[in-house]
């Protein structure tokens, strides 16, 4: 099993930015890619933005030129930094790993962009 702590969300205005982080723990030898998926009221999870081992990297065509993933492999932790946020950013947003046998989700944490 994987364990995922989650931190970074809250309330912004819109314009302003967060930063969320997602620290890995447990069986993460076989992780090959870790990532952020988010899920609005009423709507279907769906990719942020996502990063393997080796730095590639993939974003929502929402959020390119706007959100930043990126980690540290020595901590096992992936951050995404996220500006200038919109009101359609608001969502709870759910830290991912994908191993070679199965795909494991955090809690989740909310993110709220509203005036």
């Known amino acids: 099993q994987v364990q995922f702590v989650e931190s970074g969300g809250g309330s912004v205005q819109p314009g302003g930015s967060l930063r969320l982080s997602c620290a890995a723990s447990?069986?993460?030898?076989?992780?090959?890619?870790m990532g952020w998926y988010r899920q609005a009221p009423g709507k279907q999870r769906e990719l942020v933005a996502a990063?393997?081992?080796?730095?590639?990297?993939n974003y929502a065509d929402s959020v390119k030129g706007r959100f930043a993933i990126s980690r540290d492999n020595a901590r096992n932790t992936v951050y995404l930094q996220m500006n200038p946020l919109k009101p359609e950013d608001t969502a709870v947003y759910y830290c991912n790993a994908k191993s070679s046998v199965n795909g494991y989700w955090g809690q989740g944490t909310q993110v709220t962009v509203s005036s």
């Open positions: 990063i393997t081992n080796g730095g590639s990297t």
């Open positions: 447990g069986s993460i030898s076989r992780i090959y890619a």
